[in-house]
């Protein structure tokens, strides 16, 4: 009995995928955890909509896998029916690794990056699918022969960008990031074992460049996400902190074991990682609501109650008089000690880039069959060097 399904999604419409070992993933209790954890960390304290999970974006990415794999099938690019199971899952399973609220928390909870967790996952995986997942590892890892596999998956033009590009403009209201990712995708070609796209779909490249740069600063960097996310990244740095120390103890056996440490083998974290998500982490912070601990106090009641600090954000570094007049006005106003005003403080920078321009560039498959860099082609000049902005949040 087939196992396939029929799922509405609300961007793509009715959607299914073209294997059973897909749909035995999608079940699997390593992947329906992802319906647990945000999609786009806490930037729904700026876009009420934005409450979509990685869940979603895993499948939307998948169905846009089947959709280019489809259309380079099409237009004679050799791939067989094992590479294409083998990269869908590859996609399917790229975002397995986030923890709650996503980028937010990244190598807070465990001091790992998403992508190494997933691979930890992958290989679970492959030993309870029994080496179904091999080559798919290999694909999502870059060790695959035909490197335009890899490219759908990982790259600057890639099927995870182009669905949480259109996901994210969707669910938050912000149309700037609108990208035509049907045309992108009926462009796609294959030319030396390297992903690139025929000179027809230029624009629509343009497009999807500017939409993601626009969305960087616009929602994923906006000042009031960046500022709510440094606080609840300050709060779990906190947490652990007086976890490893002993000062206190974590009603949760499982993030209480993940951020002290005591889970250190893939096995072992593993068991523990996938029972973890969004909601034990605002748990946490409403079972310390009024914690001795004043800076757990501070940070927890402002998240809860969306009493957000007041942050600067800054193209420039912040001067050392403007950060020690921040200082002294916390100090004042609130008659707090030098040591907690140091702790409840927070100051960082964030970078982000257009587009790189040394590393990985999109290929463009020129009518007369040259290959050139998208840079060379486009009309718009987009800034290739990082842009970093400076910040320092603080109590109003």
Known sequence: MSKRKIINDPIYGLINFPFDLIYDLIDHKYFQRLRRISQMGLSNYVYPGATHTRFSHALGSLHLMTSAIDTLRNKGVEISNHEYLSTCIAILLHDIGHGPFSHALECIIVEKGHEEISTDFMIALNEQFEGQL????EIFNGNYSKNFLTQLVSSQLDMDRVDYLTRDSYYS???????????????????????????????SIE????????????VYLHKASVCVEQML?????????????????????LLHNLLVGKSTSPSDYLKHFILIDDIDIFSEIKHRHNHNDLVLNKLGQAILERDLFRIVLSKDPLSKGFISS????????????????????????ETTRAYDIVNDQIKILTKSGAIKPVSELMDIQLNPKKVTKYFICYPK
Do not use: C, P
């Open 233 to 253: 990244k300050s709060y779990i740095i906190r947490l652990k902190q007086l976890l490893r120390s002993g000062n206190i103890q974590s009603n949760n056996s």
């Open 207 to 218: 497009k999807f460049l500017v939409a993601r740069h626009i969305m960087y600063w616009q």
């Open 326 to 349: 921040v200082h002294n006005e916390v100090k004042n106003k609130y008659n707090l000690s030098d040591t907690f005003v140091e702790d409840i403080i927070i100051q960082g920078e």
């Open 173 to 203: 209201g912000v149309a700037e990031g609108v990208i035509g990712y049907k045309r992108i995708i009926a462009m796609l070609n294959v030319v030396d074992n390297e992903l690139v796209v025929e000179e027809k779909g230029l624009y």
């Open 134 to 137: 091999s080559t798919a590892i």
